[in-house]
T-cell receptor
Framework: DTGVSQDPRHKITKRGQNVTFRCDPI?????LYWYRQTLGQGPEFLTY????????KSRLLSDRFSAERPKGSFSTLEIQRTEQGDSAMYLC?????????????FGPGTRLTVL | GNSVTQMEGPVTLSEEAFLTINCTYT??????LFWYVQYPGEGLQLLLK?????DKGSNKGFEATYRKETTSFHLEKGSVQVSDSAVYFC?????????FGGGTRLMVKP
């Protein structure tokens, strides 16, 4: 079990550019979550998948954001036309069945800086 | 909606001191409660959890008891070490997502 991995670890981009992040969950986990964490704050929920189905999206997820999990394994999060306010740490987590008692395991995050 | 409130930091302690980090929550239903820890330069790690009222979660000398009557889940450790310096997050799961508090930075001095 290698844990949740995320790529890249750091991304610097210019305002207006598109960026894409990847998350590989723990292999036997069927649920995958995306969170955003700004400096000095706790993580905030963005969206989650059960297998390949995206079941819930936060109001934080504007129409510039899109997430996919095409084969129920890895997931991508794309941000189009980035803005300086998008600068944050983007965290991915995974869990097994998704009951409230299930533990979400987090990856190291992708730190995005928008210049 | 669901929310988590935890004491603001930083909390600065000397090694071997007693630690308490307060956490209270508001939730519909019966959430599970968690403490996560984030060491410098690393991702979030689960520290401990409790899934129902009066449960006590414990790990690495840290403890927290799920108190439904006071909607609290305070984190305690009897004797902190320099290596415990990190940011601690209280969180609840009442459905399909975690709701986090703002985090409390702990600094332990030798």
């Amino acid at each position: 079990d290698t844990g949740v991995s995320q790529d890249p670890r750091h991304k610097i981009t210019k305002r207006g550019q598109n960026v894409t992040f990847r998350c590989d969950p723990i292999s036997e986990h069927n649920r995958l979550y995306w969170y955003r964490q700004t400096l000095g704050q706790g993580p905030e929920f963005l969206t989650y998948f059960q297998n390949e189905a995206q079941l819930e999206k936060s109001r934080l997820l504007s129409d510039r954001f899109s997430a996919e999990r095409p084969k129920g394994s890895f997931s991508t999060l794309e941000i189009q036309r980035t803005e300086q306010g998008d600068s944050a740490m983007y965290l991915c987590a995974s869990s097994t069945s998704g009951a409230t008692t299930d533990t979400q395991y987090f990856g190291p995050g992708t730190r995005l800086t928008v210049l | 909606g669901n929310s988590v409130t935890q004491m603001e930091g930083p909390v600065t302690l000397s090694e071997e001191a007693f630690l308490t980090i307060n956490c209270t929550y508001t939730a519909t239903g019966y959430p599970s409660l968690f403490w996560y820890v984030q060491y410098p330069g690393e991702g979030l790690q689960l520290l401990l959890k409790a899934t129902k009222a009066d449960d006590k979660g414990s790990n690495k000398g840290f403890e927290a008891t799920y108190r439904k009557e006071t909607t609290s889940f305070h984190l305690e450790k009897g004797s902190v070490q320099v290596s415990d310096s990190a940011v601690y997050f209280c969180a609840l799961n009442a459905g399909n997502m975690l709701t986090f508090g703002g985090g409390t930075r702990l600094m332990v001095k030798p």
